[in-house]
Nanobody, 127 residues
Framework: QLQLVESGGGLVPPGGSLRLSCGAS????????VGWFRQVPGEARERVSC????????PYYADAVKGRFVISRDNANTVSLQMNNLESGDTAVYYC????????????????????WGQGTQVTVSS
């Protein structure tokens, strides 16, 4: 049973950087589709970025983070989100999520429902 744990959140000033990590246990992430989401209290959860296990698929980024965030697979058990030039609007709880791909499903990772979730890590951008 795949379990996910996020780490790397914290307080950073505007313009700063943070690197979030999503660590897997119970299974490795080699074949899983992995995404990062964020949520501000009282608001809907927002999809930030996601990637499949295929080198032929480009990662997805929400418009608000394009050019600033980079998702990557560090190893078989870790997917990271490098966040640069952070803005106050990036303040949220960030969640890692995963879903196992279904053969023949050609939807992009941004259109999938994720069924494995971490507990979240707080990111606060403030001076």
């Amino acid at each position: 049973q795949l379990q996910l744990v996020e780490s790397g959140g914290g307080l950073v000033p505007p313009g700063g950087s943070l690197r979030l990590s999503c660590g897997a246990s119970g299974s490795n992430l080699d074949y899983w589709i992995v995404g990062w989401f964020r949520q501000v209290p009282g608001e809907a959860r927002e999809r930030v970025s996601c990637m499949t296990a295929s080198h032929y698929d480009s990662p997805y980024y929400a418009d608000a983070v394009k050019g600033r965030f980079v998702i990557s697979r560090d190893n078989a058990n870790t997917v990271s989100l490098q966040m640069n030039n952070l803005e106050s609007g990036d303040t949220a709880v960030y969640y890692c999520a995963a879903v196992y791909p279904i053969g023949g499903d050609r939807r992009g990772c941004q259109d999938l429902l994720y069924d494995k979730w971490g507990q979240g890590t707080q990111v606060t951008v403030s001076s």
